[in-house]
């Protein structure tokens, strides 16, 4: 979730339980500002919260302003070192937050575009899907270079807005069934839960600009899906 | 362009570039000539209804005279303006012909025209290397202007070249667009120019309207226009596309039907309207004031945003709007039902919906009632069962050959705990949002609580879904979700030590089969354990709730021990087919066990402790997260402490889920010496059979003649 609007996004996305406290927030909003301002981000994005045994990791993504860019991660914890793993803890924070990224961090269709130079922009006359936009799977987009997208049929494809489309869509997940669509607050906003990354939340309210995604859980991946669905 | 080639080449790819460039340039003449012609007030732009209906072509055919008209004037001067241009006389074919036409909007009229002037300097400030010439080599009839429009826009404005002489003025190829309106068009008018009928053709071209919708685009880039002079945006150009994009939208989802609701909206407003009755008190005005002083006694009802503060200090709950909503719908719980206490217990969550569960507990003798219907229902199966398998023996009895009985007897049904008892202690009601009404859910046998322990489902929110799962669960979702909540209250239910205390009265221990005590009692001396402590330390907190035994109940109960029933049964049955049936006796730690004393889960603890804010440690509170059952915690600060769940309702194992096995293929029942499985016989042994017995009947009848005969075809079975 966007920096910027912290505190109001924390606010949406607390219908999965957990967020942060007033302390946290406020540090937070201070410590993202200076690491915009340090780093030279164009956007900071607050990633999430991993949970540790003795400790949390509180991760931050910076943005450049090529949105589809790699993301730098920073974060902030006290580094544990698990006395079995031989691998730094470190590293494994790392490869977490990548995985996570990678799989479901999502983005509603027309948040950004891509212009033909290339960049992919953030789009600012962005209001928000329908309502009924809003419960389809295929209005939300993974937030990374596409993968699937060569794969379409051309039929496909020529329905496709290539400026808005160019990303994978929610729909075609494997395990069909691991995306949670939820209606909150009685209909004002969209929550999307991964039930293959347990703690991965996504909130968006229609016809309007907020969205965002956070992670808050212990970082492990719901391997049981399949029957559990 | 590089970045087009995923999508399919489409042969237009050029021309619509030239089209948009085209539009542009008439944007941009058609202002500059209006400002010529010597009458700005002449200027008006086409309303977006001109060419909706058939009728409309015929309005045009009978303008386009005026146009003639106005067209010499302004066309000298379009030449002396744009000298390099090739095409001036095009670009000002549109101004002002429709004049007598009304329009929809007359600000837009006004703030154009004060505009247009302001646009005209510019212009004329030399931008035209701006302007491109039309390519020679478009034919393409207009497939999808719209839509391909916006696409390729943005090239051809960072290209900028110049392109050669245009012959498109060509009236042939004008024509396949607008046969329409040519009809009315060439009745009327005697004799165009063909400059003139080249700019007729244009705008008659710009005027079709597209295949996918009544707009044209026209009156697209109309409205387009008008909606960037109105909005004036800074950097028009790259905004461009996007405006584009929301005016095509805009036109099809008016604002102006105040009549109609909105169809998207209405769940949206149905919820408010629901959640808006939780908010309104019960009763009129005269009697608010009896109200205000009887709601200040006590209530059930606990004080949710105290809760709820606390757990936000602790970076858990949900936001304070919600809490207040959740209060509410419970105070209407409270007001429904006959409830002694109640809580809020927390927040299931589902793939649909989620739930919200209140756990509550009846007044004394209310919930018997409910209960005895229940039982009487199930009661009445059972002595049907028993009266039929009671019938079926003395059939059995009567039949010539005795079937042999099977070995095989279900196990035992462990009865389910008593209300107010154990796992059944406290009555549980969800809702799936504040404002939908509360369902109370059943309450929970120790065969579900043992099946839910073998399986792993997510929940729907649909409390009648089944739940399909190996092993077969023995209810539907209701059931499964009360399992849960019973099996995560029993295992992350915590208080501080020290706050419940056991009764002063004492039973006899060997007489609850040693399982302990079940019944605690507030300690009115609590003081409260300074939070750095409650966090140092497991041992400071204690579970309050029973622990549940592998057989799915808090207190042991033998299912060898035959109700006088069954034993009755027995008398007749045979006895020697019970086998090996002993049973130990199932001990669980008792009430009030320490957490330290909670197993590991492999070499992970099993709570964690956390200061809700470490920089006031003073101030802050302690709080307790399980690991086993992600999502549980409890806060604990001063006197006060409370737990919660908010999660998918599932336990956490480092260990992928294994289901189980299914059952091993049943043996077969044994051959012996004494019982032998025969083969069917044969066709032809069955007629041979037939054949035999017909012989041996008309033998019987012939008495003793032919014995022999008799004897030897017998045997050929």
Same mark, same amino acid.
């Given at each position: 979730?966007?920096?910027?609007?912290?505190?109001?996004?924390?606010?949406?996305? *607390?219908? *999965?339980?957990?967020?942060?406290?007033?302390?946290?927030?406020?540090?937070?909003?201070?410590?993202?500002?200076?690491?915009?301002?340090?780093?030279?981000?164009?956007?900071?994005? !607050?990633?999430?919260?991993?949970?540790?045994?003795? #400790?949390?990791?509180?991760?931050?993504?910076?943005? =450049?302003?090529?949105?589809?860019?790699?993301?730098?991660?920073?974060?902030?914890?006290?580094?544990?070192? =698990?006395?079995?793993?031989?691998?730094?803890?470190?590293?494994?924070?790392?490869?977490?937050?990548?995985?996570?990224?990678? #799989?479901?961090?999502?983005?509603?269709?027309?948040?950004?575009?891509?212009?033909? !130079?290339?960049?992919?922009?953030?789009?600012?006359? !962005?209001?928000?899907?329908?309502?009924?936009?809003?419960? @389809?799977?295929? *209005?939300?987009?993974? !937030?990374?270079?596409?993968?699937?997208?060569?794969?379409?049929?051309?039929?496909? @494809?020529?329905? +496709?807005?290539?400026?808005?489309?160019?990303?994978?869509?929610?729909?075609?997940?494997?395990?069909?069934?691991?995306?949670?669509?939820?209606?909150?607050?009685?209909?004002?906003?969209?929550?999307?839960?991964? +039930?293959?990354?347990?703690? +991965?939340?996504?909130?968006?309210?229609?016809?309007? @600009?907020?969205?965002?995604?956070?992670?808050?859980?212990?970082?492990?991946?719901?391997?049981?899906?399949?029957?559990? +669905? | 362009?590089?970045?087009?080639?995923?999508?399919?080449?489409?042969?237009?790819?050029?021309?619509? %570039?030239?089209?948009?460039?085209?539009?542009?340039?008439?944007?941009?003449?058609?202002?500059?000539?209006?400002?010529?012609?010597?009458?700005?007030?002449?200027?008006?732009?086409?309303?977006?209804?001109?060419?909706?209906?058939?009728?409309?072509?015929?309005?045009?055919?009978?303008?386009?005279?005026?146009?003639?008209?106005?067209?010499?004037?302004?066309?000298?001067?379009?030449?002396?303006?744009?000298?390099?241009?090739?095409?001036?006389?095009?670009?000002?074919?549109?101004?002002?012909?429709?004049?007598?036409?009304?329009?929809?909007?007359?600000?837009?009229?006004?703030?154009?025209?004060?505009?247009?002037?302001?646009?005209?300097?510019?212009?004329?400030? %030399?931008?035209?290397?701006?302007?491109?010439?039309?390519?020679?080599?478009?034919?393409?009839?207009?497939?999808?202007?719209?839509?391909?429009? $916006?696409?390729?826009?943005?090239?051809?404005?960072?290209?900028?070249?110049?392109?050669?002489?245009?012959?498109?003025?060509?009236?042939?190829?004008?024509?396949?667009?607008?046969?329409?309106?040519?009809?009315?068009?060439?009745?009327?008018?005697?004799?165009?120019?063909?400059?003139?009928?080249?700019?007729?053709?244009?705008?008659?071209?710009?005027?079709?309207?597209?295949?996918?919708?009544?707009?044209?685009?026209?009156?697209?880039?109309?409205?387009?226009?008008?909606?960037? /002079?109105?909005?004036?945006?800074?950097?028009?150009?790259?905004?461009?596309?996007?405006?584009?994009?929301?005016?095509?939208?805009?036109?099809?989802?008016?604002?102006?039907?105040?009549?109609?609701?909105?169809?998207?909206?209405?769940?949206?407003?149905?919820?408010?309207?629901?959640?808006?009755?939780?908010?309104?008190?019960?009763?009129?005005?005269?009697?608010?004031?009896?109200?205000?002083?009887?709601?200040?006694?006590?209530?059930?009802?606990?004080?949710?945003?105290?809760?709820?503060?606390?757990?936000?200090?602790?970076?858990? %709950?949900?936001?304070?709007?919600?809490?207040?909503?959740?209060?509410?719908?419970?105070?209407?719980?409270?007001?429904?039902?006959?409830?002694?206490?109640?809580?809020?217990?927390?927040?299931?969550?589902?793939?649909?919906?989620?739930?919200?569960?209140?756990?509550?507990?009846?007044?004394?003798?209310?919930?018997?009632?409910?209960?005895?219907?229940?039982?009487?229902?199930?009661?009445?199966?059972?002595?049907?069962?028993?009266?039929?398998?009671?019938?079926?023996?003395?059939?059995?009895?009567?039949?010539?050959?005795?079937?042999?009985?099977?070995?095989?007897?279900?196990?035992?049904?462990?009865?389910?705990?008593?209300?107010?008892?154990?796992?059944?202690?406290?009555?549980?009601?969800?809702? $799936?949002?504040?404002?939908?009404?509360?369902?109370?859910?059943?309450?929970?046998?120790?065969?579900?609580?043992? $099946?839910?322990?073998?399986?792993?489902?997510?929940?729907?929110?649909?409390?009648?879904?089944?739940?399909?799962?190996?092993?077969?669960?023995?209810?539907?979702?209701?059931?499964?979700?009360?399992?849960?909540?019973?099996?995560?209250?029993?295992?992350?239910?915590?208080?501080?030590?020290?706050?419940?205390?056991?009764?002063?009265?004492?039973?006899?221990?060997?007489?609850?089969?040693?399982?302990?005590?079940?019944?605690?009692?507030?300690?009115?001396?609590?003081?409260?354990?300074?939070?750095?402590? /409650?966090?140092?330390?497991?041992?400071?907190?204690?579970?309050?709730?029973?622990?549940?035994?592998?057989?799915?109940?808090?207190?042991?109960?033998?299912?060898?021990?035959?109700?006088?029933?069954?034993?009755?049964?027995?008398?007749?049955?045979?006895?020697?087919?019970?086998?090996?049936?002993?049973?130990?006796?199932?001990?669980?730690?008792?009430?009030?066990?320490?957490?330290?004393?909670?197993?590991?889960?492999?070499?992970?603890?099993?709570?964690?402790?956390? /200061?809700?804010?470490?920089?006031?440690?003073?101030?802050?509170?302690?709080?307790?997260?399980?690991?086993?059952?992600?999502?549980?915690?409890?806060?604990?600060?001063?006197?006060?402490?409370?737990?919660?769940?908010?999660?998918?309702?599932?336990?956490?194992?480092?260990?992928?889920? $294994?289901?189980?096995?299914?059952?091993?293929?049943?043996?077969?029942?044994?051959?012996?010496?004494?019982?032998?499985?025969?083969?069917?016989?044969?066709?032809?042994?069955?007629?041979?059979?037939?054949?035999?017995?017909?012989?041996?009947?008309?033998?019987?009848?012939?008495?003793?003649? %032919?014995?022999?005969?008799?004897?030897?075809?017998?045997?050929?079975?």
């Amino acid at each position: 979730m966007d920096a910027d609007s912290l505190l109001l996004s924390l606010e949406l996305a *607390s219908g *999965s339980g957990q967020g942060l406290s007033p302390d946290r927030r406020a540090s937070l909003l201070t410590s993202l500002m200076l690491v915009k301002r340090d780093y030279r981000y164009d956007r900071v994005l !607050f990633w999430g919260r991993i949970l540790g045994l003795v #400790a949390d990791y509180y991760i931050a993504q910076g943005l =450049s302003e090529d949105q589809l860019a790699p993301r730098k991660t920073l974060y902030r914890g006290a580094p544990l070192l =698990s006395p079995q793993v031989q691998i730094k803890e470190e590293t494994r924070l790392v490869s977490v937050i990548e995985q996570i990224d990678k #799989a479901v961090a999502i983005i509603p269709r027309g948040a950004l575009f891509k212009t033909p !130079f290339g960049p992919t922009h953030v789009n600012r006359t !962005f209001e928000g899907l329908s309502l009924s936009e809003a419960k @389809k799977l295929s *209005s939300y987009f993974h !937030f990374r270079e596409p993968v699937e997208l060569k794969n379409k049929t051309l039929l496909e @494809k020529a329905d +496709l807005d290539p400026s808005l489309d160019f990303m994978d869509s929610l729909e075609h997940d494997i395990p069909k069934g691991s995306w949670s669509i939820q209606m909150e607050r009685g209909n004002a906003l969209v929550v999307l839960r991964s +039930l293959l990354w347990p703690g +991965l939340t996504f909130y968006h309210a229609p016809h309007t @600009k907020n969205y965002g995604y956070i992670y808050v859980g212990t970082g492990e991946k719901n391997m049981d899906l399949p029957f559990m +669905l | 362009m590089g970045d087009l080639p995923p999508y399919p080449e489409r042969p237009a790819q050029q021309p619509p %570039g030239r089209k948009t460039s085209q539009a542009s340039q008439r944007r941009h003449s058609r202002d500059q000539a209006q400002a010529l012609g010597a009458d700005p007030e002449e200027r008006q732009q086409i309303p977006p209804d001109a060419q909706r209906n058939a009728p409309g072509w015929s309005q045009r055919g009978s303008l386009s005279q005026q146009e003639n008209l106005l067209m010499p004037q302004v066309f000298q001067a379009e030449e002396a303006r744009l000298g390099g241009m090739e095409y001036p006389s095009v670009n000002t074919g549109f101004p002002s012909e429709f004049q007598p036409q009304p329009y929809s909007d007359e600000s837009r009229m006004q703030v154009a025209e004060l505009t247009t002037s302001l646009m005209l300097q510019r212009l004329q400030q %030399g931008q035209s290397s701006l302007f491109q010439q039309l390519d020679p080599t478009f034919q393409e009839p207009p497939v999808n202007p719209l839509g391909q429009f $916006n696409l390729y826009q943005t090239d051809q404005f960072s290209e900028g070249a110049q392109h050669g002489p245009y012959l498109r003025d060509d009236p042939a190829l004008q024509f396949l667009p607008s046969e329409l309106g040519f009809p009315h068009y060439s009745a009327q008018v005697p004799e165009p120019e063909p400059l003139e009928l080249a700019v007729q053709n244009a705008k008659a071209y710009l005027l079709h309207t597209s295949i996918n919708c009544d707009l044209s685009l026209y009156e697209h880039l109309v409205n387009l226009l008008t909606k960037i /002079l109105n909005q004036r945006p800074e950097d028009p150009l790259s905004v461009l596309e996007s405006l584009n994009r929301t005016t095509q939208w805009e036109w099809f989802h008016p604002k102006l039907d105040t009549l109609r609701d909105d169809p998207e909206m209405q769940p949206t407003y149905k919820m408010a309207e629901k959640q808006k009755a939780l908010f309104i008190r019960s009763g009129g005005g005269t009697e608010g004031e009896q109200e205000m002083e009887e709601e200040v006694g006590e209530t059930p009802v606990p004080n949710i945003m105290e809760t709820a503060f606390y757990f936000e200090q602790a970076g858990v %709950g949900l936001s304070s709007d919600e809490s207040f909503r959740i209060f509410l719908a419970m105070k209407q719980l409270v007001e429904q039902q006959p409830i002694h206490t109640c809580r809020f217990w927390g927040k299931i969550l589902g793939i649909k919906r989620s739930y919200l569960v209140a756990e509550v507990e009846f007044r004394e003798g209310e919930e018997e009632a409910e209960e005895e219907e229940v039982e009487e229902m199930t009661e009445g199966g059972e002595v049907m069962e028993a009266h039929g398998e009671e019938e079926g023996e003395e059939d059995e009895e009567k039949a010539v050959d005795i079937v042999p009985k099977p070995v095989w007897r279900p196990p035992p049904v462990i009865p389910k705990e008593e209300s107010r008892s154990g796992a059944n202690k406290y009555l549980y009601f969800v809702c $799936n949002e504040p404002g939908l009404p509360w369902t109370r859910l059943p309450h929970v046998t120790p065969a579900q609580i043992v $099946n839910a322990r073998k399986i792993k489902k997510f929940f729907t929110g649909y409390l009648d879904t089944p739940v399909v799962s190996y092993p077969p669960f023995p209810g539907n979702e209701a059931n499964y979700l009360r399992a849960q909540i019973a099996r995560i209250s029993a295992a992350t239910q915590v208080s501080p030590l020290g706050f419940y205390q056991f009764n002063e009265e004492e039973g006899d221990e060997e007489e609850e089969g040693g399982a302990g005590r079940d019944s605690y009692e507030e300690n009115p001396d609590f003081e409260g354990i300074p939070v750095l402590e /409650l966090v140092d330390s497991m041992a400071n907190w204690v579970h309050h709730t029973q622990h549940i035994l592998p057989q799915g109940r808090c207190t042991w109960v033998n299912p060898l021990q035959k109700t006088e029933e069954e034993e009755d049964l027995e008398e007749e049955e045979e006895k020697a087919d019970e086998g090996p049936e002993e049973v130990e006796q199932e001990v669980g730690p008792p009430l009030l066990t320490p957490l330290s004393e909670d197993a590991e889960i492999m070499h992970l603890a099993p709570w964690t402790t956390r /200061l809700s804010c470490s920089l006031c440690p003073q101030y802050s509170v302690a709080v307790v997260r399980s690991n086993l059952w992600p999502g549980a915690y409890a806060y604990a600060s001063g006197k006060k402490f409370e737990n919660i769940y908010i999660g998918w309702g599932h336990k956490y194992s480092p260990e992928s889920f $294994n289901p189980a096995l299914p059952a091993p293929i049943q043996q077969e029942y044994p051959s012996g010496p004494e019982i032998v499985e025969m083969s069917d016989p044969t066709v032809e042994e069955e007629q041979a059979l037939k054949a035999a017995q017909e012989q041996a009947l008309g033998a019987t009848e012939e008495e003793e003649e %032919g014995e022999e005969e008799e004897e030897g075809e017998e045997t050929d079975d």
